[in-house]
């Protein structure tokens, strides 16, 4: 391969004058840290509520959970940022539109909101399913205590289903991260945004890419460990979760 | 609010949408599922093998690429193909091997990543006994896979492959980013030309959906089908 | 205390559960219920605190009809205590929190409070070394004690069992049978869904059969016992006691 490598190239001043390109990616790394919690937070919230939804014996609630999760499953993560990012601002009034376009930092909370409705669809599946696990007696001990439907879920399907599905949840707390690198097409600089430029400007494509590279690495080791310390702090003495 | 929307500029692309846009994502996506699930297959059989190096190699693979977003893949593969086009034939120079190429290779290396977590779980789920029955009969192992137990583990995870194949075709739209001409860069094309971001965003949306919507039920029918059978 | 008026229930259009069935259990009554499987006899004592929905008939509970859609479920379900075939601990909770769920959750009761009486009843069931450990941690005739003991905490007016010891290994099933025989001694009143016809001829005041959804006998233990009158209790009690 006639390939020119120089790795000092990471000591190097990037344009813009910021420092040099190891800082540069340093700052992608720290938007794509940011914008992955945020957006899982979202995922977690609207995620619970729905997957909850799903688990309802009325049918509205059934319904709504379906739709939510059939409307963002099905079409690109791609398409929903340029939708919120693109088409929302134009169908709202006039004036509220021209703030969102004004917004500073939009790109990091479209990015955030838009990436975060996606996977909420995925762990509301992820829950529902949990909960559809549980022996049906746990629902049933939990209402003849005099428990409503609310506490029922409060104090014990829930504490029980997230343990359950626990290691699902890893793998799309992952893929949130992973999908932030998306949001590079409505303008966020995050790691994968800052590897490009650091391609576009040095021409030293490879160093970048393997730098990217490892960062992602290293945010799964971290992610996927710290969540494993979780796991078996919340751990039932005993119990074998998905028995 | 729909008042000064232009429906026309859809109906006047409808061809470069479709004929261009819509083919290049269909066959970007088939033939990304069909390479995807014969390399997965293979690496799901090397980290089934019981060869220590090997079934480790596969391992870190798949690991590797789950870590991955599929943004930074698409690049690397579009500044590495030319190189490794260039190892392989010995030319001079970095070749270049067009848009759709480089797409391809990408999605097939990416996705064998998550097709072969699919095939391993459905090799481990054929009972025991069916390869112990084909080695009693003489078969060797490559018979044994390739008669018994491969046709069984792809039959019962067909509507997971192809729940993972509609994953895929989302995905090829991702393909954007090298500003290639698939169905979404068509539609981005012609809302720029024309100044239609609304009318073409909005139609691209719905047509995914329309699409996604309608596969993910008929898998759903095939997936009630076969546990009927079964 | 508990009454049930011509109750019918169907599962889906065409399946019967239960066919006219009308009974009644006085205060300080210990009613047994038995039956093959299938009999509706699960299916009954679950409709008398409305985890089963009833479609005909009224099934009253200390004067209030629990079939009414004004009536305040959970707090009718807190009144009546129930213990399920398994158990059904919440599994995430030690002991003593699974007796302390209910009272403070749905009771009101201060924490204090409800640890105090916790404790009590623990002690009563002979568990109290173990109130810190987890229920999976413990055999399943203490699971059964402390499901017990989780449903007294509540202070119940009446007492339901739906085939406490079926789920039991052999060696444990008196332990559990010895704290409800000492329950029915102090008045207690209790309907049991239950095979085990030494703790009906010792305590049960009468005896119900069913069979395909409906009550074929229902009779004072003596006569039950003595000379049943249908052939179908007959076969039934000879399937039953020839072991």
Redesign the interface.
Known sequence: MNYNWNWSIFFEPAPGGTGTYFHMLLSGLWLTIQTGIFAWIIALIFGSVIGVLRTLPSKTAYWIGFAWVEFFRNMPLLVQLFLWFFVLPELLPRSWGLWLKQMPNAPFYTAAIGIGLFMSARVAVQLGAGIASLPRGQKQAATALGLTTLQGYRYVLLPIAFRIIMPPLTSEFLNTIKNTAVAITIGLIELTGQARSMQEFSFQVFEAFTAATVMYLLINIVVVTGMRFLERSLAIPGYITGK | MFANFDFDVIRRSLGYLFLDGMAFTLTLTGLSALGGIIFGTLIALMRLSGFKVLGRIAGLYVDFMRSLPLVLVIFWFYFLVPYVGQWLTGASRPISVGAFTSALVTFIMFEAAYFSEIMRAGIQSISKGQPAAANALGMTYAQTMRYVVLPQAFRNMLPVLLTQTIVLFQDTSLVYVLSMPDFLGAASKVAQRDGRLVEMYLFAAVVYFTISCAASFAVRRLQARISIVR | MIEINHVNKWYGPTFQALKDCTTKVAKGEVVVVCGPSGSGKSTLI?CV?A?EPIQEGEIILDGIKVNDPKTDL?????????V???F?????LRIIENLC??QE???GRSHDEAMAKGAKLLDRVGLKVHAN?????LSGGQQQRVAIA??LA?DPIAMLFDEPTSALDPEMISEVLDVMVDLAREGMTMMVVTHEMGFARKVAHRVIFMDQGEIVEDALKDDFFGKPRSDRAQKFLSKILSH
């Open positions: 679950k605190n985890l959970p707090k009718l379900r807190a009144r009546v205590g129930m399920f075939q398994h059904e601990l919440f599994p995430h769920l209910g959750k749905v009771l450990k987890y229920p999976a941690e989780r449903a509540m």
